[in-house]
């Protein structure tokens, strides 16, 4: 499996038999410029969106015709298996920022867990539905979704693999969010990838949580 860091809180994750998988793709350019992260150009078969604000719901962006998929629940599209899970936006159960969906989704046997705008943390409830988690992707910033403390928190709670943190201030996101480095100055495991692309193979999957940094796609 392959995922590639397009910005922002937009991935494409690519299995081995070619699917691929667009999480909340943003529009380039949107609130007055401030998210300036280039336009999408990535087709895909499959794209999530964790809740409806234009910097995580662009499906237009997409050059392509993909199955696009919103709600919860569990559903199977060309052998990927989604999981749809509602957690908050805010800390006040939704009636600041509404709700948003955590996805799990399950390629070549390993388990991506995309948290959209997570804006608290997870109750236990929510914790179990998420279950095992390989590869964690997390927002890092604050103000929108949890910040640097409350991702510690949710990393440690979720125990990933891997942990590769999005949705923080960078030179093509002026959103007033924090940078990466609040959230990994006192992490010891920390890998930054001088790429937006990895690879993750299931037997090579590190036995601590890793966190690892990508560029994103210019």
Same mark, same amino acid.
């Given at each position: 499996?392959?995922?590639?860091?397009?910005?922002?809180? *937009?991935?494409?994750?690519?299995?081995?038999?070619?699917?691929?998988?667009?999480?909340? @793709?943003?529009?380039?350019?949107?609130?007055?410029? *401030?998210?300036?992260?280039?336009?999408?150009?990535?087709?895909?078969?499959?794209?999530?969106?964790?809740?409806?604000?234009?910097?995580?719901?662009?499906?237009?962006?997409?050059?392509?015709?993909?199955?696009?998929?919103?709600?919860?629940?569990?559903?199977?599209?060309? =052998?990927?298996?989604?999981?749809?899970? %509602?957690?908050?936006?805010? %800390?006040?159960?939704?009636?600041?920022?509404?709700? =948003? %969906?955590?996805?799990?989704?399950?390629?070549?046997?390993?388990?991506?867990?995309?948290?959209?705008?997570?804006?608290?943390? @997870?109750?236990?409830?929510?914790?179990?539905?998420?279950?095992?988690?390989?590869?964690?992707?997390? @927002?890092?910033?604050?103000?929108?979704?949890?910040? *640097?403390?409350?991702?510690?928190?949710?990393?440690?709670?979720?125990?990933?693999?891997? *942990?590769?943190?999005?949705?923080?201030?960078?030179?093509?996101?002026?959103?007033?969010?924090? @940078?990466?480095?609040?959230?990994?100055?006192?992490?010891?495991?920390?890998?930054?990838?001088?790429?937006?692309?990895?690879?993750?193979?299931?037997?090579?999957?590190?036995?601590?949580?890793?966190?690892?940094?990508?560029?994103?796609?210019?």
């Amino acid at each position: 499996m392959k995922i590639k860091w397009l910005g922002h809180a *937009a991935f494409l994750i690519t299995a081995k038999d070619g699917t691929k998988i667009i999480t909340d @793709p943003y529009k380039s350019g949107s609130f007055s410029g *401030a998210l300036s992260y280039p336009p999408i150009k990535e087709t895909a078969d499959i794209v999530t969106i964790s809740h409806e604000h234009e910097d995580h719901n662009y499906v237009r962006s997409i050059p392509s015709q993909p199955q696009v998929v919103r709600e919860i629940g569990t559903r199977i599209i060309k =052998n990927v298996k989604i999981e749809g899970i %509602t957690t908050c936006h805010d %800390t006040s159960q939704g009636r600041e920022r509404g709700l =948003n %969906t955590v996805y799990i989704i399950t390629v070549d046997n390993l388990r991506v867990c995309h948290l959209g705008d997570l804006g608290a943390l @997870p109750t236990e409830a929510e914790r179990q539905k998420i279950g095992k988690v390989d590869v964690l992707l997390i @927002p890092v910033g604050g103000v929108f979704t949890i910040d *640097a403390e409350a991702a510690t928190k949710v990393t440690t709670m979720l125990n990933p693999r891997i *942990a590769i943190p999005m949705h923080y201030k960078t030179a093509h996101c002026a959103f007033p969010i924090a @940078p990466v480095e609040d959230f990994i100055k006192d992490k010891k495991l920390v890998k930054r990838i001088e790429s937006s692309e990895v690879e993750v193979f299931e037997k090579s999957l590190p036995q601590a949580t890793e966190i690892w940094v990508l560029q994103y796609q210019i």
